[in-house]
């Protein structure tokens, strides 16, 4: 089952890009997003006349891509629990249902846009069709063949936007879901992101089955869908077994799920034999007895940075490994309160070429 074809109700979208340098506001209050819902209603008939045999739902709410497109598809889960008993009492055929802000809240949590200003150019603002059972699948062909290329938004749904929120749009465009994933797919792949988005995919579209992914760098995830988290296996340099520069290739590919995870709100867990020191949000590899002087090695590569920290202290060697940015700070702070010497090699990560283990500087 694709991410827009649910029983009886289609989920929909208008991509907006807003022009350089406007300013706006992320919500419609009611009458503006009823003016909307009407022009949007005249728009997406003429592209498939018979969907106003259903109940349109416009969200009055915008938001970047990685902010809708997030598991269990939340704002538009919010426009299917919030048009059921309108449904119920007025039914389907010819309706509208425009759920705008009232004095600066909108009715379902789901549908509230985060307070930052958009990193972008590109919002969208969730619709939902709902239509009786033996229309849906038609209507749903219909629009995933005809929307993305004949369903432009006309000026006078662009005008009731700018007027409601300020934003000045390029140009607007009704979408499906599954167009704006694809959409989605394309702008990863322009960040060098590709080989990482069938994760975030999966997890949209067929959420209910776990999977396996091997993605670039070796590295390995699963999503677990009765759990609803993704299973990231860590690596430490040692366990990795490679160079200095396979491991960082690892490093880059586990930063960069990360990252493109986290902007799709998608739960996430480590796995590894490594111990999670909780307070300075590390991962600890104990290395045994070490002859050298008590100090810690920042252990850097040229293309990504810190990837560990080796510590010796009273004769031991443990490698850190930071999980978040926060991390760094917090170790930092916990060196320097124990007085160590700090240390960094000049040829980068300080390591055994035989063994391919990490090593403090001497």
């Known amino acids: 089952m694709t991410a827009n074809q649910d029983p009886h109700h289609i989920r929909l979208a208008v991509g907006i890009e807003i022009d350089?340098?406007?300013?706006?506001?992320?919500?419609?209050?009611?009458?503006?997003?009823?003016?909307?819902?009407?022009?949007?209603?005249?728009?997406?008939?003429?592209?498939?006349?018979?969907?106003?045999?259903?109940?349109?739902?416009?969200?009055?709410?915008?938001?970047?891509?990685?902010?809708?497109?997030r598991p269990g598809l939340p704002a538009w889960q919010?426009?299917?629990?919030?048009?059921?008993?309108?449904?119920?009492?007025?039914?389907?055929?010819?309706?509208?249902?425009?759920?705008?802000?009232?004095?600066?809240?909108?009715?379902?949590?789901?549908?509230?846009?985060?307070?930052?200003?958009?990193?972008?150019?590109?919002?969208?603002?969730?619709l939902l069709l709902r239509l009786p059972p033996a229309a849906t699948d038609p209507?749903?062909?219909?629009?995933?063949?005809?929307?993305?290329?004949?369903?432009?938004?006309?000026p006078p749904a662009r005008a009731c936007l700018a007027e409601a929120t300020g934003w000045s749009s390029a140009h607007a465009q009704l979408l499906t879901a599954n167009d704006l994933i694809a959409l989605q797919?394309?702008?990863?792949?322009?960040?060098?992101?590709?080989g990482f988005w069938p994760v975030v995919e999966h997890i949209l579209?067929?959420?209910?089955?776990?999977?396996?992914?091997?993605?670039?760098?070796?590295?390995?995830?699963?999503?677990?869908?009765?759990?609803?988290q993704l299973l990231v296996e860590f690596l430490s340099f040692d366990q990795h077994g490679g160079t200095a520069d396979d491991y960082a290739l690892?490093?880059?590919?586990?930063?960069?799920?990360?990252?493109?995870?986290?902007?799709?709100?998608v739960k996430r867990q480590i796995q590894s034999s490594l111990v999670h020191d909780k307070r300075l949000d590390c991962l600890v590899e104990q290395r045994g007895r070490c002859d050298h002087a008590s100090g810690f090695t920042e252990q850097f590569h040229p293309d990504c940075g810190l990837i560990a920290w080796t510590l010796?202290?009273?004769?031991?060697?443990?490698?850190?490994?930071?999980?978040?940015?926060?991390?760094i700070g917090r170790v930092n702070d916990?060196?320097?309160?124990?007085?160590?010497?700090r240390h960094r090699s000049r040829d980068g990560i300080c390591y055994d070429p035989e063994t391919n283990q990490l090593l403090p500087v001497a």
């Open 20 to 69: 350089p340098g406007c300013t706006g506001k992320r919500m419609l209050d009611k009458p503006g997003c009823e003016q909307l819902a009407e022009a949007l209603a005249s728009d997406l008939a003429r592209v498939t006349p018979k969907a106003s045999e259903g109940l349109l739902v416009v969200g009055g709410c915008l938001f970047e891509p990685a902010d809708l497109l």
């Open 139 to 154: 209507i749903a062909q219909a629009l995933e063949q005809d929307l993305f290329e004949r369903g432009g938004v006309h």
């Open 250 to 265: 690892w490093v880059r590919a586990f930063r960069s799920l990360g990252a493109l995870i986290d902007s799709h709100g």
């Open 78 to 126: 919010a426009l299917i629990d919030l048009s059921a008993p309108v449904m119920r009492e007025h039914g389907l055929a010819g309706q509208l249902l425009a759920i705008g802000a009232h004095q600066g809240r909108l009715p379902d949590a789901r549908l509230r846009p985060p307070e930052r200003a958009p990193g972008g150019q590109f919002l969208v603002l969730p």
């Open 185 to 194: 797919h394309v702008q990863m792949d322009t960040a060098g992101l590709g």
């Open 334 to 341: 916990d060196m320097a309160a124990r007085k160590l010497p």
């Open 312 to 327: 010796v202290d009273d004769g031991h060697q443990l490698n850190l490994y930071p999980l978040v940015d926060r991390a």
């Open 205 to 228: 579209v067929d959420p209910d089955q776990d999977e396996r992914f091997e993605l670039p760098g070796a590295l390995i995830a699963h999503w677990q869908a009765e759990a609803g």
